[in-house]
């Protein structure tokens, strides 16, 4: 075998063809960025039945804890949004071009606002951007970079005054693409964050094509920040 046949053999492997594409994937940030402003979208579970089934158990749990406010910490296009029945709520993004999408959907709507985020330039100590209930639908296994994660899972429930909602594979399985990593966040929250407990917690049943769990985390007892003036 000459010395280029050896070379494309072991190029058209499954490991090289997975580290090829991670060299090639730019960042999360990049990547979503790209994505949107080529005319991509959220992606299917953010559309159809998997987004009605979402939403349908997101408002549920919005409407039997009495959640007043929302901040959804990974809006997207907007698509989840248009099927969510939510009193008060506000959007970040790290893509501009997301954002600009629900800016002009909602134009209309006077309860949803919208922020670009950009992680490496943000700081909220005083507690101005804190919801009721802090939302993260399919973004956590989208962070690819470990330093990404763990800034964005403290600023979920530094957001969050009473429930967090978290979205995303609960498991450490390899994933499909170099756009996606699967963690258990069950166990981060655990060790991190142990002041919040699961309250609740649904799978998608047959016929809802998600890979994901969803849990609803409640600031325990032992921690009782419950309004802006006790922020940390
Ligand atoms: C699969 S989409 C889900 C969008 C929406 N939550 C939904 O369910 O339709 C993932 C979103 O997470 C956003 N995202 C990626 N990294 C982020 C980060 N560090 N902070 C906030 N959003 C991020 C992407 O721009 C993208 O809009």
């Not at 579970?45 to 009605?52: D, T």
């Not at 008060?88 to 006077?110: Q, W």
């Amino acid at each position: 075998m000459s010395v280029r046949s050896a070379l494309s053999t072991v190029a058209a492997t499954p490991v090289a063809v997975r580290v090829r594409r991670r060299l090639l994937f730019g960042g999360t940030a990049r990547y979503w960025e790209n994505r949107y402003s080529r005319g991509g979208n959220s992606g299917a579970g953010s559309y159809g039945a998997q987004a009605r089934w979402k939403a349908d158990l997101v408002n549920r749990w919005v409407r039997i804890h009495g959640v007043e406010s929302v901040i959804d910490l990974g809006c997207g296009d907007g698509s989840q949004l248009s099927f969510a029945d939510y009193p008060s709520y506000l959007g970040l993004d790290v893509s501009p071009a997301a954002v600009r999408a629900c800016v002009d959907r909602f134009r209309d709507d006077p309860g949803k606002s919208f922020l670009c985020y950009d992680p490496a330039a943000f700081d909220d100590s005083a507690g101005w951007l804190r919801a009721d209930l802090a939302l993260s639908l399919e973004v956590v296994f989208h962070l690819v970079e470990d330093e990404i994660f763990e800034g964005y899972m403290h600023r979920l429930f530094d957001s969050a005054r009473r429930f967090v909602v978290i979205g995303s594979y609960d498991t450490e399985t390899p994933a499909p693409a170099p756009h996606e990593r699967h963690r258990c966040f069950t166990g981060w929250v655990a060790r991190n964050r142990p002041e919040w407990v699961v309250e609740d917690r649904a799978d998608p049943p047959a016929g809802v094509d998600l890979g994901s769990t969803f849990v609803l985390f409640r600031r325990s007892a032992q921690d009782p920040v419950s309004s802006p003036s006790t922020s940390r």
